[in-house]
């Protein structure tokens, strides 16, 4: 293991994380078996106390989550030059086995910490605790993730030895590459970007929708799942080509470095808001008709839907002012 | 009506020094009455007023304000409820040395946002119905006992509460004081202020302003009636 600042970091603060989160699921299986607002027993008034100094611990530690996405790709992006044939931060997820499963766990817990957070933050507003089983079953179906990336991470950073030569950006992305990395690449740009574009628009038109009518909440939730998948792979795809302005370029992990203005965090930044707050919208219209929240849940979910559009829109602004104001052209790709 | 359902409260639950200051205890106090909780030191009277006031949480049983639980309110409505229903007049009255009494009797609206010059004008009329506007810019430390206990209830009513809560409020009180404290009270109680006080002071709980006497013990309720 490499004693780097950033790692050890990831390392203890990712330990701290799955502690917390496993101790707050073993407090929410409690919680879903024996929570009865209607009693005043000494165990459900115990479990008021706690659910809020809980609650309150678990969301500090789940936005540490939502950053540690981005200390993570920075870490491997930073560390890269210390493996022989590593370019960005590609090379140092290929390194050994769980590099990428690291990523993948990164990402999927990111939106369900993100998720978790708006449902608590909606839970936080009603007077009778009206989301409390909705979170903590979320947070149980998190935990597994949450402990699974602490395990794989470990695994990866245990496992990173400066002597192994592993590959560049180049070699994987590319379309004589085995994988779902290559299959994207081989994608002609012009129906990816028709489906970019119009998964895009038809994103946009929902959350208008849902903003002006308060209609579509579902549809909102699934759009935006759709656009953060469609977004990654035109990335890959046709959009890393713009920045980088080369053809067979498709790295989606050099944007982030100084050359290219760090321009891959803002455009991942605004990718991963969208999606949590879109989901976010699906996700809170079961319990609108709760009576405590009744009144408050429309608001909180337009202003999510709003967050949603606003940061799909900014990201799709960057993307086409790229592509718009570049000399560069895909003609014939 | 605030209405207390099987009540217990235990201190230090689980460690040897674990105590039960109230076992059980029910009760429904009217609004708009003087209720006056009797009994000897250790009784529960302080514990039963703090989860009144919702200045604490029972470890069993539910209380109600006019019908709405409040016990499992989470902590932000419950500071909310605390603070637009409930005036509380410490047995130390807890003013805060250092500063002003006028900036003690503001001290409680502050989270309310309301405008500066709006609320001074406001805490100096309740310091002005005690006769203490010349005594606004004092220090607290500088105030005496019947002064301070004044400003004490200026503060409590600062937020405009409809429930009065003192704990042993002549405590500290020589007998004209107190008199002077239940004079006071009754003039609130008439403006129709729901007023609870916890004392074994026979000056308060046989005086005219209680309407209501509980007698407390060992943490219980031994018997409640109108006050002769």
Known sequence: MMLHPSILALFFSSLLISLMTLYAACYGILILRRWDIASGSELQLSLERRTYLISTIISYFLVFQLVSLFLF????????????????????????????????????????????????????????????????????????????????????????????????????????????????????????????????????????????????????????????????????????????????????????????????????????????????????????????????????????????????????????????????????? | MISARDISKVFNAGRPSEFTALHGVSLDIRLHETTVLKGPSGSGKTTLLALLGCMSRPTTGRIFLNDREITSLPERFLTEIRRSTFGFVFQQFNLIKGISALENVMAPAYPTGEKFSLLRRRALAALEMFNLEKRADAKVEWLSGGEAQRVAIARALINNPTVIIADEPTAHLDTRLAHEFIGIMADLKAKGSTIILASHDPIVYDSELADRVVEMRDGQVVSQGISA
């Open chain 1, 73 to 333: 790709i920075q870490t491997a992006d930073s560390i890269c030059h210390l493996f022989v044939g590593a370019m960005c931060a590609v090379g140092t997820l290929t390194v050994n086995g769980f590099g990428y499963p690291t990523l993948l766990l990164k990402v999927v817990t990111f939106i369900l910490a993100g998720l978790w957070l708006i449902l608590n933050h909606a839970d936080n507003l009603g007077y009778d605790y009206p989301l409390i089983r909705a979170k903590y079953l979320l947070l149980l179906v998190a935990a597994p993730f949450v402990l699974a990336e602490s395990v794989v991470q470990g695994s990866f950073f245990l496992k990173l030895t400066p002597d192994i030569i592993t590959s560049c950006c180049g070699a994987l992305f590319s379309q004589s590459a085995r994988g779902i990395a290559s299959e994207i690449v081989a994608v002609p740009s012009n129906p990816m970007q028709i489906a970019f574009y119009g998964c895009m628009l038809v994103t946009f038109a929902a959350g208008a929708r849902f903003w002006l009518q308060r209609k579509g909440a579902y549809l909102v939730g699934i759009l935006s799942g759709i656009s953060f998948a469609v977004s990654i792979a035109a990335i890959i795809s046709f959009i890393s080509l713009y920045f980088y302005e080369m053809p067979s370029h498709h790295c989606p992990f050099c944007i982030l470095q100084k050359e290219y203005g760090y321009v891959g965090y803002p455009l991942y930044a605004l990718l991963l808001a969208g999606t949590v707050t879109g989901v976010g919208v699906g996700l809170l219209q079961p319990y609108r008709k709760k009576k405590s929240l009744q009144e408050i849940l429309p608001g909180v979910q337009r202003k999510l839907a709003a967050v949603s559009v606003l940061s799909y829109l900014l990201f799709t602004v960057i993307v086409t002012w790229k592509i718009v104001f570049t000399s560069f052209t895909l003609e014939g790709y």
